[in-house]
């Protein structure tokens, strides 16, 4: 099929394609002319990448967990959901950081609502 089917088929935008390829984790044939040709399973590909993105991964982190989807072992299994908890945790981490920063925040509003008051009471 050509990239504008397998675009509708799986539901991402042609450029998304292109970017996926480009990160080596799709790949196509060329015809002649150069037009993109992708197998039946590429759909099923990208429905998956997609959920990988999904999941808060990098393109970079998808293709270190390829391996295990393409040559299923219990050895690759273990380094996916090595690096899977790694990135679990370097969200977990960003989480934290991000509820300091709206702590923060809270604390700078409840400031201001304090010194509003006393504009308001003048």
Known sequence: MRIGELSARAGVSVR??????EQGLLTSTRSASGQRHYTETAVERVVFLQRMYAAGLSSRTIAELLPCVESPSEETSDAALLRMAEERDR????????????????????????????????
Request: charge should be positive.
């Open 16 to 21: 998304a394609l292109r970017y996926y390829e």
């Open 91 to 122: 969200l977990s981490a960003h989480i934290a950081d991000l509820i300091r920063t709206r702590d923060s925040l809270d604390a700078l509003m409840a400031t201001n609502r304090a010194h509003r008051a006393t504009l308001t009471t003048r």
